[in-house]
């Protein structure tokens, strides 16, 4: 269908639009804001927010619950022997946990798995006396100020509960709108010159959701994460000009684009895409300046450099990542997703647990506890929630004879700061961590959590024509609030 033609030629839109101080003009402007404002959030919370901000970490690949954050003394007992064979045989089709029943068929074959003793040690940390994994000493030390939930549960057997842990839906359902997406299309940006949404770290690989864990489903892709290399020479090497080019030549030709865009805006007002490319031309040339003073770490002192491990070697990497993490938080990023493990998934310990867990916890243990520990002498965990989690956790049972398998029945994540009580644990798994049995909790469950501290109510976040699923909004995690 052709676009209408007023009597001078030229489309009715851009008539119209060029009346915009007319008497018409002024009516469609004012239909336009109703409908703007009945579609689109105000960028208010609904209630007082505790929290102004997020901080997201996650590992790729399954991080054993067992080795981690939930100690399992009985896999120990029984190492060697099938679950069979062991007092614990009911508990793959434990009635309490229907859920899981309705959600995935139990393998016969996981009663074959010989149960695989813990690779490492625990200790008591802090007044609390949680148990910590010894491969991770540094967070046991902030023990105190987070809380562990060691009752977790997904559907997905394979890596696409990455997709799922962030959208809530199975990778078959498509990809929807993330956490992150949420938080950013429900509260806007707390500063202009930044995204509201950053994305740092590899992202995994298309066969797990790809830059769908971090992506807005019909939101629209301006409520996506922006992701930004942690590079403090070349911080944002997809928008920058280039050495040869002046700053006002840039300016001039921005203002151009910015032009035409304008003109096709009119022509397509109900193109989303058009919309999030005017934006993310206008935000590319604001960050020029603001991303790469955030990523300068040079005004750290440094005290705080060696509390990410940056005067490590083995620890500088990542240690780097979540510094440039909290100095985009303070300075008005709304929801930081930092990925550790890349599109391989370096978490998936299928053999040789004790060498893949050993090593990369050494990586991410002091950066991690080092988040914590300066978010909190700075005052920003009264205001900031740190979220740390994987997609799954691992069986107990042995596979390969020195790894562990997916398993998405029973996992343990921890959550920080803002409206989170600190020092507890919640929840639990059974005696060989097999399934999540106490206060369990699915994935969309954090993700009400953090919402609730944010002061957002998910289901005032309506979108015409998307209908959400009960299990889409989660609820919160109450036993962890304060």
């Not at 010989?114 to 490492?120: A, D, I, W």
Request: with cysteine; proline share 6%.
């Amino acid at each position: 269908m052709k676009t209408p033609l007023c009597s001078n030629g030229r489309p009715r839109r851009i008539f119209l639009s060029d009346c915009g101080m007319g008497l018409t003009g002024m009516v469609l402007g004012s239909m336009l804001g109703q409908n703007l404002k009945a579609e689109t959030p105000d960028g208010k919370p609904h209630f007082p927010p505790k929290a102004k901000r997020v901080i997201w970490l996650f590992m790729l690949g399954g991080v054993s619950h067992v080795e981690s954050f939930d100690p399992k003394p009985e896999l120990n007992k029984y190492a060697g022997k099938s679950i069979g064979d062991t007092p614990y045989k009911d508990s793959l089709a434990n009635p309490a946990v229907k859920d899981n029943a309705k959600s995935i068929m139990l393998d016969t074959r996981k009663l074959q798995l010989s149960l695989y003793p813990m690779q490492t040690g625990f200790k008591k940390y802090g007044q609390s006396g949680a148990e910590v994994s010894d491969w991770f000493p540094h967070i046991g030390s902030a023990v105190d100020d987070i809380a562990i939930v060691r009752s977790a549960w997904t559907t997905d057997n394979d890596h696409g509960a990455i997709l799922q842990f962030h959208t809530g839906r199975h990778i078959l359902d498509g990809f929807l709108p993330t956490i992150g997406s949420w938080a950013h299309y429900g509260l806007g940006s707390l500063n202009e010159n930044l995204p509201s949404f950053v994305v740092l770290g590899e992202p995994p690989s298309d066969c797990c959701g790809g830059n769908g864990t971090h992506g807005s489903g019909y939101l629209g892709p301006e409520h996506s994460g922006v992701h930004l290399e942690v590079n403090p020479d070349h911080p944002l090497p997809f928008v920058s000009p280039g050495a040869d080019v002046y700053r006002k030549e840039q300016q001039r030709e921005f203002e151009f684009i910015n032009k035409l865009n304008s003109i096709a805006a009119v022509e397509y007002p109900a193109d989303a895409a058009l919309k999030a490319r005017i934006k993310s031309y206008e935000l590319a040339y604001r960050m020029q300046m603001a991303v790469p003073e955030a990523i300068q770490f040079k005004e750290e002192n440094e005290e705080t450099k060696r509390l990410y491990g940056l005067d490590q070697e083995n620890t500088k990497g990542f240690g780097e990542v979540c510094l440039a993490a909290r100095r985009l938080s303070e300075r008005g990023v709304r929801f930081v997703q930092i990925y550790h493990g890349g599109a391989g998934n370096a978490w998936d310990a299928h053999k040789a647990l004790k060498k893949n867990h050993g090593e990369l916890s050494a990586k991410v243990d002091k950066p991690i506890a080092g988040l914590l520990k300066d978010l909190k002498q700075r005052g920003m965990l009264d205001d900031t929630i740190v979220v740390w989690a994987t997609e799954f956790g691992r069986t107990p049972g042995a596979e390969a004879g020195d790894g562990r398998d997916h398993h998405p029945y029973g996992f343990s994540i921890f959550m920080a700061g803002a409206g989170i009580k600190r020092g507890v644990v919640h929840g639990a798994t059974d005696e060989i961590g097999f399934h999540a049995v106490t206060d369990r909790h699915y994935v969309t469950d954090v993700h009400a959590t953090v919402l609730k501290l944010m002061g957002i109510d998910p289901r005032r976040l309506e979108v015409p024509g998307r209908k959400r699923l009960e299990i889409d909004y989660g609820k919160p995690i109450e036993g962890i609030l304060s």
